[in-house]
């Protein structure tokens, strides 16, 4: 079975950057698929932020496009998203997944 | 890009009636990458259906999933109390990118 966890800081300062990992158990991150990071802020839907695969190649939504790093450590099964220059917009809970598989979330909140 | 249009907005039933809840896609998809989550206040979406017709593990008999191409649907055959939540489609493909549903909120009529 498939289990990923992400972890990171629950509160980040507006303009800052917000970093979460993700540790991916039952599954080689290099087992061919990908890897990627969903959000909803409370309340709201859900959305796609972006996707890596394990030799690093990356796909992001063009609407994130520009604040979006993502980073696989595939020596220790985890994968990595960075946002830049968050504002109070980028609220929400923080999802790590591969395909239907998802983390319990890990809400991160953008407040000074 | 995979645009999912899911319907109705809100659905009001009561419990024991039958739930159809609708998802349809702007071009035709892959039945094996299309999913359905629930989600309860204050919860992370819960995976019930897996590839159009497949069942988490867990989930009970009374939901369903089948279609193909472009019209996917979720029924709940026997509503229950626990069951009035807000239900997501999704593609998550063969390319990259995933697309969701904006949701159907399941009320108690």
């Known amino acids: 079975q498939v289990q990923l966890q992400e972890s990171g800081p629950g509160l980040v300062k507006p303009s800052e950057t917000l970093s979460l990992t993700c540790t991916v158990s039952?599954?080689?991150?290099?087992?061919?698929?990908?890897w990627a990071w969903v959000r909803q802020p409370p309340g709201k839907g859900l959305e796609w932020i972006g996707s890596?695969?394990?030799?690093?190649?990356?796909y992001y939504n063009p609407s994130l496009k520009s604040r979006v790093t993502m980073s696989v450590d595939t020596s220790k099964n985890q994968f990595s998203l960075k946002l830049g220059s968050v504002t109070a917009a980028d609220t929400a809970f923080y999802y790590c997944?591969?395909?239907?598989?998802w983390g319990q979330g890990t809400l991160v909140t953008v407040s000074a | 890009e995979i645009v999912l249009t899911q319907s109705p907005g809100t659905l009001s039933l009561s419990p024991g009636e039958r739930a159809t809840l609708s998802c349809r896609a702007s071009?035709?998809?892959?039945?094996?990458?299309l999913a359905w989550y629930q989600q309860k206040p204050g919860q992370a979406p819960r995976l019930l259906i897996y590839?159009?017709?497949n069942r988490a593990t867990g989930i009970p008999d009374r939901f369903s999933g089948g279609g193909s191409g472009t019209d996917f649907t979720l029924t709940i055959s026997r509503l229950e109390p626990e069951d009035f939540a807000v239900y997501y489609c999704?593609?998550?493909?063969?390319?990259?990118?995933?697309?969701f549903g904006q949701g159907t909120k399941l009320e108690i009529k």
């Open positions: 997944a591969r395909g239907f598989y």
């Open positions: 039952g599954s080689s991150i290099s087992s061919g698929h990908y």
């Open positions: 890596i695969y394990h030799t690093g190649r990356t």
């Open positions: 071009q035709s998809i892959s039945s094996s990458y």
């Open positions: 590839a159009t017709s």
């Open positions: 999704q593609h998550y493909g063969t390319s990259p990118g995933y697309t």
